[in-house]
């Protein structure tokens, strides 16, 4: 038995968490820490250039890569599926050199050691987050992989599909995140958030919403998810 003591707001998210949700991209992994992302944008511009296409300034300057995917599927199917392989080359190629979070490992096995299963989400192709997964030795501690689709996808989308996959109720999962962002997206798909402080947000950046509660980093995460197991919840099994 554990001795580590957890706070109890953080003990009564984990008590009613039968199941996790991790994002992919900055919670696993930062999957472009060493990458240039404004040169992925930039040829997705050239792409576009080539078939004609003339841009506003705010696009034509813009570095996000995943914005400009979205701006070339709105222009047209060709335009969109040449994005969608130059996104993706990248991200495979990212994969196998992006390395996890520090704690990502304790935090999964602490999961299946309390019998909580695990969906891995987010933006990036599903074929890069499973070599990455696969490459650290990662895969067999993880549940459905649920990545970027064909059709527009949300944060909410993403929930919604990795809940579904576990088989159960939004109130029953909490997500861990280490942005703002996926506190609000977790708050809005009804999910728990659980928010780990790290070089991307601080405590008082992720503690914004009533119901969130906030770790210092992902061992503590882990050592408070092995200390406190979920709670039976009546007429379903674990």
């Not at 933006?123 to 070599?131: F, H, I, K, L, V």
């Not at 995140?177 to 977790?186: D, H």
């Not at 119901?211 to 210092?216: D, I």
Request: hydrophobic fraction near 45%; charge should be positive.
């Amino acid at each position: 038995m554990t001795s580590t003591r957890v706070r109890p707001h953080v003990a009564r998210v984990l008590e009613r968490t039968r199941a996790v949700l991790l994002p992919f991209d900055g919670t696993v992994c930062d999957l472009f820490a060493d990458v240039d992302t404004a040169a992925i944008a930039e040829r997705i511009r050239a792409r576009l250039s080539k078939r004609g296409h003339r841009m506003t300034l705010m696009v034509a300057v813009t570095a996000d890569p995943l914005g400009m995917m979205a701006y070339a599927r709105s222009v047209g199917p060709a335009s969109g599926a040449e994005a969608e392989k130059i996104v993706r080359d990248a991200e495979r190629a990212a994969a196998r050199t992006a390395t996890p979070e520090p704690g990502i490992h304790e935090v999964l096995r602490a999961c299946q050691a309390s019998g909580r299963p695990v969906a891995v989400m987010g933006y990036t192709c599903p074929t890069a987050m499973e070599s990455h997964l696969d490459a650290h030795d990662l895969r067999h501690l993880v549940g459905p992989v649920i990545g970027r689709g064909q059709r527009r996808f949300s944060p909410q989308r993403l929930i919604r599909q990795a809940v579904e996959a576990l088989g159960v109720e939004p109130s029953d999962c909490a997500l861990v995140s280490q942005f703002p962002e996926g506190m609000f997206a977790a708050e809005e798909a009804g999910t728990q958030a659980i928010g780990v402080v790290s070089r991307h947000s601080t405590r008082k950046q992720l503690a914004f919403t009533s119901s969130a509660v906030v770790v210092s980093s992902l061992p503590k995460l882990a050592d408070a998810i092995t200390a406190v197991p979920p709670v039976e919840t009546s007429g379903v099994s674990m």
